[in-house]
Every structure is written in structure tokens, then in C-alpha cells.
């Protein structure tokens, strides 16, 4: 595993040591409008700005979309 | 045309058996499923579990039929300017009279999402606005992380139906639809491809209570 990498929806990312707040915010994700899972758990978004992402993190960033 | 006799809950249930099979039918009839927004995939989706068997159906939807429904929702056009969920519960009345169906005419919030959710063996979340799709879906695997929640996110547009999937993105949250697709970008929303997205959620409703989901 390399040293630093995040895998972010499938994509090794090198997020390690960010929070998910400061990840989210560089990737501009509209925090209104996601859901966030970390190794198969959800991320409060009261956590998103204390939970740090470590290295070998698998990360999905759910996106909704409008429509129904 | 006369009014034949409606078949008794034996004949239905022996006709869901020769299509679907004893243990999907037997497992559906003793499932609850709740459905969060009664539009163009909650309609449909009421409707595939409520032909299917399911014991009961949880229906909630604030708003009333418009008549921009009527191009890809399962109401009828006297229906225009009903509660939704009111409307919904008479049309799959007559498709399926033996289901139990409780109709809710409010609108989810974190805080009353407990009395909606809590006794549904799976949550379909089924708005078509994205921070209501986001609220619901967090809430649920925040305050439930058991429950099985199968959601939506991409169906509008002119695209080929292959490009919605199913994906599962953790041991009971399922996302179905092409993840991109937004409504809010000026996209068509065309009634097929709605109903495409609402049958892959049906589906996996079906799976996951029938244990096909491991």
C-alpha cells in the first residue's frame, strides 16, 4: 500500500491526514447534498471535520443527484 | 363491463407462489417496506411491491398530485390536487386489495423520521430533491445502521436505460440509478427511465427481504 493513499469512490486518492471536511471541500462536494461511508460506516456529518482519513481508507462519497 | 368477483387472498397468493416462488412470496408476506416520496420512483415502486405480495406498505409524501405527475407517476388525472399518498393508497387498492397500506401525508425530517422508518424491514428513499435524498439516507444509517436502505441518485435525462445500475455500498445501503444525471441541470425526465431506476429499487427490496442479498 502506498504510503499516504486514500481510496476514494474506487480512485486511489492522496488524501491521508486530511479530515473528511477538508477532503470534501477540495474535491468541492456540496455538503447539503451527500452521504459519506468510511470502511462501510457512515460519517456523521457533525464528524466530518474531526474524522482524519488514514491511509488504506476506503471511501465512498455518495452524490445525490436531483429527480424522482 | 360487469364487475367480476375479486380473487380471494388464497387464489393471489397461490398465483404469486406459481410466479414468484414459495419462499420469495412467503418472505415478502410477512415483510413492511416504507417508501419515502410517492413520485416517479416511489409510485412505481409502491405499486412492483404491492403486486408482489409485500404485507405492508409505508407511504409518505407532503405534497398532492399535480398534473405534471401524471407524464411518469402512477396517478390518474381526477386524481390532480389529491394528497399523494391518499391517491396512491386507492389506486393500489384495486391492483392489490390484500396488502396493508399506511398513508402518511407529511413531510420527513430528521425528527419525525422515526415513526416512518423504525418498524420497516427496508427504507426506500424515493424524493426527487437531493438534500431531502441526503437528509434521509444519513439519518437512516446514522440513527439505524441495521436497516436495509435502498436509495436513488441519476435518473433523468435522454441517456441509454443501461447506464442505471444497482450498487451496494455497504452491508445494507443500496444506491440505484446512474449517479450523475441531475434534474436541476435542466434535464428531461422521461417516465421510462424513471420507472427503470424505480424497478432496480424494487428489486432490491425483493432481494434483500427474500435473502438474495448477502
Redesign the interface.
Known amino acids: 500500500m502506498v504510503a499516504n493513499q486514500v481510496k476514494i469512490n474506487g480512485e486511489d486518492v492522496a488524501a491521508a491526514g486530511m479530515t473528511v471536511a477538508e477532503y470534501l471541500a477540495s474535491a468541492q462536494y456540496d455538503l447539503?447534498?451527500?452521504?459519506v461511508?468510511r470502511n462501510?460506516?457512515?460519517v456523521?456529518?457533525s464528524k466530518y471535520a474531526e474524522v482524519v482519513l488514514e491511509t488504506g481508507d476506503v471511501v465512498?462519497v455518495?452524490?445525490?443527484?436531483?429527480?424522482? | 363491463m360487469a364487475c367480476c368477483k375479486i380473487p380471494s387472498p388464497e387464489e393471489i397468493r397461490r398465483a404469486l407462489v406459481q410466479k414468484q416462488g414459495e419462499l420469495i412470496t412467503e418472505k415478502l408476506s410477512q415483510a413492511t417496506v416504507a417508501i419515502c416520496?410517492l413520485?416517479?420512483?416511489?409510485s412505481n415502486i409502491a405499486i412492483c411491491l404491492a403486486r408482489a405480495g409485500v404485507k405492508k406498505l409505508i407511504l409518505v409524501d407532503f405534497d398532492n398530485v399535480d398534473v405534471t405527475n401524471l407524464q411518469r407517476q402512477q396517478y390518474k388525472a381526477f386524481q390532480v390536487g389529491m394528497p399523494k399518498a391518499n391517491a396512491l393508497v386507492e389506486n393500489l387498492k384495486e391492483i392489490a386489495p390484500y396488502v396493508e397500506l399506511d398513508a402518511c401525508n407529511e413531510k420527513v425530517t430528521e425528527e419525525n423520521i422515526d415513526k416512518f422508518v423504525q418498524n420497516a424491514d427496508v427504507v426506500c428513499e424515493?424524493?426527487?430533491?437531493?438534500?431531502a435524498?441526503?437528509m434521509l439516507?444519513?439519518a437512516v444509517?446514522?440513527k439505524y445502521?441495521q436497516k436495509n436502505l435502498v436509495?436513488?441518485?441519476?435518473?433523468?435525462g435522454t441517456d441509454n436505460a443501461n447506464s442505471i445500475a444497482t450498487r451496494k455500498?455497504?452491508?445494507h445501503?443500496y444506491?440505484c440509478g446512474d449517479?450523475?444525471?441531475?434534474?436541476?441541470e435542466g434535464?428531461e425526465?422521461l417516465a421510462p427511465r424513471?420507472m427503470v431506476c424505480a424497478a432496480h429499487q424494487a428489486l432490491t427490496v425483493i432481494r434483500i427481504i427474500s435473502g438474495l442479498e448477502v
Open positions: 447539503r447534498r451527500i452521504a461511508e462501510c460506516e457512515i456523521p456529518k465512498e455518495v452524490n445525490f443527484v436531483g429527480g424522482g | 416520496g413520485g416517479g420512483l416511489g424515493a424524493f426527487d430533491n437531493p438534500e435524498k441526503s439516507v444519513n444509517l446514522e445502521p436509495a436513488a441518485s441519476g435518473m433523468a455500498i455497504s452491508k445501503f444506491l449517479g450523475k444525471s441531475d434534474v436541476n434535464l425526465l424513471v
